[in-house]
């Protein structure tokens, strides 16, 4: 059944508010934001609004259904005065430590040989995309049954004459062999980020720093390396937040072990909460772990700013 033009407009003018509404999403982006802000408050902001809350009171296994009862900045003046936090900040500073250098460093070099044109550059680069792609539960149970003390490793070091090394069992080994196996999980990311800045550097630069007879190593680092600044310090950044929010290869390789020598602090926050069974805690040093991500957020959003500008 068709309907006359005088009838739809008496339908548009009976309902102007219902016309407005779509009028005004259909021409503004907020319209096509609407979803994603709904599924972030329902995913995102009520799971951390629940955190802080938790934070702020008195939760165990006996309340964790029912009635909170709010005891303010008392749990945070518990978990400051424990030394086990400052512990799993020191060790979470020295695994961000070690990534920055991996990934900046080791990242650049790696970078610099797959920006050449040769025959394995493909093979390296679907090699790396494969060990970026792989979860870390597959990569890091891989490198735990690699690297135990009766695994693979050792049985080559004893192959050649080595004594076996305590790789995961190790007090003093542990957190820098997980480490190691974090900074191999996030070096194909790095070096894919800078290779595509140093393919998007100016031919032409390049080509004048060969005229003036500087080597390729030379113009990486004299001529490339300063073009490349901003994408290494947002790369940078991220990996400092990429270092704080760890936790698979540690629960999957050390589970925090042995003792507490791989307590980071998203490792501290888990096993607080649920193998100690006190909530409050876990969730306050989860709250102290999210503020100091936030504040190294800081440069980052403004790094994206200024880049945007110019």
Not at 24 to 33: I, K, N
Not at 54 to 79: C, K, L, Q, T
Not at 132 to 138: N, S, Y
């Amino acid at each position: 059944m068709s309907v006359s033009a005088p009838a739809r407009s008496a339908v548009r003018r009976a309902s102007p508010g219902g016309a407005s509404a779509r009028g005004f999403l259909s021409r503004s982006p907020v319209g096509y934001l609407l979803p994603a802000v709904v599924l972030l408050g329902v995913f995102a902001a009520y799971p951390v609004v629940v955190l802080f809350e938790m934070a702020f009171s008195d939760v165990g296994p006996s309340n964790i259904v029912g009635d909170w009862h709010f005891v303010g900045w008392r749990n945070f003046a518990e978990v400051f005065a424990n030394p086990a936090l400052w512990a799993a900040v020191g060790r979470t500073v020295g695994v961000s430590g070690a990534l920055l250098a991996s990934n900046l460093v080791v990242g650049f070099v790696v970078a610099s040989i797959l920006s050449t044109r040769g025959r394995l550059t493909g093979v390296v680069l679907g090699l790396l995309t494969f060990v970026w792609a792989l979860p870390p539960l597959v990569s890091g149970s891989v490198w735990k049954f690699l690297l135990d003390d009766s695994g693979g490793v050792n049985a080559m070091l004893q192959a050649v004459g080595l004594p076996p090394v305590s790789w995961l069992s190790s007090p003093t080994l542990a957190l820098w062999t997980v480490t190691a196996v974090i900074a191999w999980a996030a070096l194909p990311f790095s070096a894919l980020i800078l290779r595509g800045g140093m393919l998007a550097v100016p031919r032409d630069l390049i080509e004048a720093a060969a005229i003036d007879g500087a080597g390729y190593w030379r113009t990486q680092v004299s001529i490339v390396l300063p073009l490349l600044r901003s994408t290494m310090w947002i790369l940078g950044i991220l990996t400092v937040l990429y270092a704080f929010k760890s936790f698979d290869f540690f629960y999957v390789m050390t589970q925090g072990g042995p003792g507490t020598t791989t307590n980071t602090l998203p490792v501290l926050s888990y096993y607080t909460a649920f193998s100690n069974f006190d909530m409050s805690t876990g969730a306050t040093v989860a709250v102290v772990s999210m503020a100091i991500v936030v504040v190294l957020s800081v440069p980052y959003i403004r790094a994206l700013r200024r880049e945007a500008n110019e």
